[in-house]
């Protein structure tokens, strides 16, 4: 199992089961024996996915619109548009790729071209959040920042 796929099975967990991540992802490290480099890349992805959650909805929904899609492949395309947006180092054609791969593992071939149309649509975007999009700052910052609103007022 490669990493990314790893990371896929990680964030199913979390966002399908509620397993806390920090516990996922040390016994995926202990249960695979990645060399540093990817144990490193297999925590940013897992977290950063994480961290940014409210974003990268945002944008998957901006751009598929009105898209019904499986919480299996919102993951998937979560994962893939951190790469692209917060990973600088990670070629396109290797998040395209492994995502597909994952996809095609999971759910069979024809969901993976469905995943590839999608796939190509949503990382050739360039949408960019602007504060003119939302009705007030505050929830631009929501967003921009993947803080919840409610967290956001308190402050």
């Not at 940014?52 to 945002?58: G, K, P, S, V």
Request: proline share 3%; hydrophobic share 45%; glycine share 2%.
């Amino acid at each position: 199992m490669n990493v990314r796929e790893v990371a896929f099975r990680i964030l199913l967990d979390v966002y399908q089961r509620g397993t806390y991540s920090n516990i996922a992802l040390n016994k995926a490290i202990k249960e695979h024996p990645f060399i540093l480099k990817d144990r490193f890349f297999l925590t940013r992805l897992v977290y950063g996915v994480i961290q940014y959650d409210l974003r990268l909805i945002y944008y998957i929904n901006h751009t598929l619109k009105e898209e019904k899609l499986r919480s299996s492949m919102r993951i998937l395309l979560k994962m893939a548009l951190y790469q692209q947006r917060f990973m600088d180092k990670v070629p396109i054609y290797a998040i395209m790729n492994e995502s597909v791969e994952i996809i095609k593992k999971m759910d069979g071939p024809l969901v993976a071209k469905f995943a590839n149309a999608i796939l190509h649509k949503l990382l050739k975007s360039e949408f960019e959040l602007q504060p003119s999009d939302f009705a007030s700052e505050i929830e631009y910052h929501s967003i921009y920042y993947s803080c919840p609103l409610w967290i956001l007022k308190l402050i």
